[in-house]
């Protein structure tokens, strides 16, 4: 298994912008998780979805961030329009139930 | 509010030496304490869990301590090596709620 896809691994943007991220989880996990990682908030968790389901999104900092689970296996977190203090490295995360999360390697997003 | 506290934020060791980082939590609903370990780059990898009916989980060099009364548990880096420099973030959860993370700690050994 290939693990969990992000796209793109790196990504600069110019501030007002759409920035759209994506993940492609584990086959045959169930749950998929959007996190943002800072040096000072540490990994916040934005969205989680069970069986493409939206679960809890109360951590989505603003109406700017929205997530999608279309299928399976792909899901997007969008943020439109973008400001430097977005600049964060978002995670995916998959998992069978809720036990051990397998991570993607992130996003590194800077919005100048 | 920080549902799981960690500490150190960073520590230095020299190699062999036998790190340890502390957790505490307040939710006694909380069943389930990983340790991640991420490396520069890369997403965080489950390193080693414990449920709190046991005090204390082996795995190789890594052991986590449990300490239920106290809401505690703490993870040792046995024979500590260069290689194990990484952020080491410790998580909870409790029933169907997802994760919550530590902040991390940033952890150096040196030889």
């Known amino acids: 298994d290939a693990g969990v896809i992000q796209s793109p691994r790196h990504e600069v943007t110019e501030m007002g912008q759409e920035v759209t991220l994506r993940c492609k989880p584990i086959s045959g996990h169930d749950y998929l998780f959007w996190y943002r990682q800072t040096m000072m908030r540490g990994l916040e968790l934005l969205i989680y979805f069970n069986n493409n389901v939206p679960i809890d999104d109360s951590g989505m900092p603003e109406d700017r961030f929205s997530a999608k689970m279309p299928n399976a296996s792909f899901s997007t977190l969008k943020i439109q329009p973008s400001e430097p203090r977005d600049s964060a490295v978002y995670f995916c995360?998959?998992?069978?139930?809720?036990?051990?999360?397998?991570f993607g390697s992130g996003t590194r997003l800077t919005v100048v | 509010q920080q549902q799981v506290k960690q500490s150190p934020q960073s520590l230095i060791v020299q190699k062999g030496g036998i790190p340890i980082i502390n957790c505490a939590y307040e939710?006694?609903?909380?069943?389930?304490f990983p340790w991640y370990q991420q490396f520069p780059g890369k997403g965080p990898a489950l390193l080693i869990a414990i449920r709190p009916d046991v005090s204390e989980k082996k795995e190789g060099r890594f052991t986590i301590s449990f300490n239920k009364s106290a809401k505690q548990f703490s993870l040792h880096i046995m024979d500590s090596q260069p290689g194990d420099s990484a952020t080491y973030f410790c998580?909870?959860?409790?029933?169907?709620?997802?994760?919550?993370f530590g902040k991390g700690t940033r952890l150096s050994v040196i030889a």
């Open positions: 939710n006694t609903a909380f069943d389930y």
């Open positions: 998580a909870a959860r409790g029933g169907n709620t997802p994760l919550v």
């Open positions: 995360a998959s998992s069978l139930g809720l036990g051990g999360y397998t």
